[in-house]
């Protein structure tokens, strides 16, 4: 597996991770919201954010992606069937070289704030709307700088 810098030719395969993802952990999300979010995905994510994307072995398919806003990870999504083997792991590894990560994520989502804490990730702080002002507490994470371990005598 590699990562990749994702391309206008990705966008498809992206999108189709993304909605089954949404479908997956926000099953209970109202359909207007989840067209909300799907408009918010195609005129946000796709079209504004860099997205990187872990690719299987010999050119095959996208298993999951990243959209980072600078050091602020957007969206981390990986394609339910490739879940558990490591592709998120592969992901925050390759942005963690930008330093110190940051990331909000839905009050009413437990598991999502569990999984960025195995991550390293810590709370900074709260928020009682999202980020585009829509009702519902937010929790912003922080994943301080990773220090390379040292080596050799001092």
């Known amino acids: ?3 990749i810098m994702c391309t206008e030719e990705h966008k498809d395969r992206l999108t189709e991770i993304w909605l089954m993802s949404i479908r997956r952990t926000l099953s209970d999300l109202d359909p207007g919201d989840v067209q909300f979010y799907a408009r918010l995905f195609r005129e946000e994510v796709l ?9 299987s072995r010999f050119g ?3 298993t999951g992606f990243i959209a980072m806003n600078g050091s602020k990870v957007e969206l981390l999504v990986v ?4 879940q558990g ?7 925050i590894g390759h942005v963690s070289l930008r330093g110190e990560l940051a990331v ?6 437990p598991e999502v704030y569990d999984f960025y804490q195995r ?3 810590i709370e ?6 999202d980020a585009h002002g829509r009702p519902g507490a937010t929790v912003h994470l922080l994943r301080p700088q990773q220090l390379e371990p040292q080596t050799g005598a001092s």
């Open 60 to 62: 095959g398919e996208l």
């Open 1 to 3: 597996m590699q990562i």
């Open 119 to 121: 991550f390293g990730f």
């Open 104 to 109: 909000d994520v839905g009050d009413q989502t």
């Open 47 to 55: 079209e504004r954010l860099e997205l990187y994307a872990v690719q």
């Open 85 to 91: 083997q490591g592709i998120a792991d592969m992901l």
């Open 79 to 82: 394609h339910p069937h490739y």
């Open 124 to 129: 900074a702080g709260r928020s009682e709307q």
